[in-house]
């Protein structure tokens, strides 16, 4: 079992995924700009160390189980199926 949600963000920089996330999160009723700065892997392990709980960011889950709940995850959002994937 492997994470193939993953390949889809390979060619976006962290910047990209960042203004994508800020057109999704802005409502019609957000006047203001809207930016989302997201903390690097690289950060994140630097302001916690010897902390591995990283998967939810890098998609590296250390499980079968964590690779399957994020790929069924993804065929809900494409289903348009609005319920928890485990």
Not at 51 to 77: E, I, K, L, S
Request: a negative charge.
């Amino acid at each position: 079992m492997v994470n193939v949600v993953k390949e889809i963000y390979v060619p976006l920089s962290d910047n990209e995924i960042s203004r994508q996330i800020a057109v999704m999160l802005k409502t019609p009723e957000i006047k203001a700009d809207l930016e989302i700065v997201l903390q690097s892997v690289e950060g994140l392990h630097k302001a916690c160390p010897g902390h591995t709980g990283d998967w939810y960011f890098t998609g590296n889950y250390p499980t079968p189980g964590g690779n399957r709940v994020v790929n069924r995850a993804f065929v809900n959002y494409l289903d348009g199926i609005n319920e928890r994937a485990y």
